[in-house]
């Protein structure tokens, strides 16, 4: 087990931009292996069985999952190339109204950008109205004392470190990082932090 502290991530963040160009490289080797085992899915998938004229064999496993996973969003997975000569990407299989939404996922985490950092509610990332304060960090800010108890199980963790940092405030991707670790921190039921130096032990 390590110990991190908002210095710590900013070590791990500047690391991870060195690491960008090999990341992107394995990134584009597995999107063009997918796009393969995709294409060759939708190639069986129209080959015809016994010669029969409209049937249709099978995705392959790794494809119908796909499918399968989004045919209730009526939506569903396309090869490279086939939505408008790019690469891979989700295609509608029913029609939409305007303004309809065609998918709602709740992120695991999230926070604010620096540059919204006052004007912005910390948990609905609602803008408008005078926002009320963290008293113990400064830093987070809510549009009603519900957000802010609602916000509470998540931002406790970071609290302490917010506080220990003020007036200086980490980076968006440093702090998303530390809810990462929070959450990791939270599922493995470990207890929440006294202070910066107990805080967010990674396995």
Do not use: I, N
């Amino acid at each position: 087990m390590s110990e991190f502290t908002f210095e710590r991530l900013a070590v791990a963040e500047r690391t991870m931009r060195a690491d960008e160009k090999r990341e992107a490289a394995r990134a584009a080797a597995e999107e063009a292996w997918v796009d393969e085992r995709v294409a060759e899915g939708e190639r069986l998938a129209a080959r015809p069985v016994d010669g029969g004229v409209g049937e249709r064999k099978p995705a392959s496993t790794g494809t119908a999952r796909w499918h399968e996973a989004l045919a209730p969003w009526g939506l569903t997975l396309a090869a490279a190339g086939a939505v408008g000569g790019g690469g891979r990407g989700l295609v509608t299989t029913r029609s939409f109204k305007r303004g309809e939404v065609l998918m709602r996922v709740t992120p695991a985490v999230a926070v604010v950008s620096g540059r919204h950092l006052s004007s912005r509610c910390h948990h609905s990332h609602a803008t408008g109205g005078r926002l009320l304060v963290c008293s113990r960090c400064g830093c987070a800010r809510y549009c009603s004392a519900d957000h802010q108890r609602a916000a509470w199980a998540g931002h406790r963790d970071e609290c302490a470190l917010l506080a220990q940092t003020r007036p200086r405030v980490p980076g968006q991707t440093v702090r998303l990082l530390a809810r990462l670790l929070a959450l990791l921190r939270r599922s493995a039921g470990a207890p929440p932090p006294e202070d910066a130096g107990e805080w967010a032990r990674s396995a």
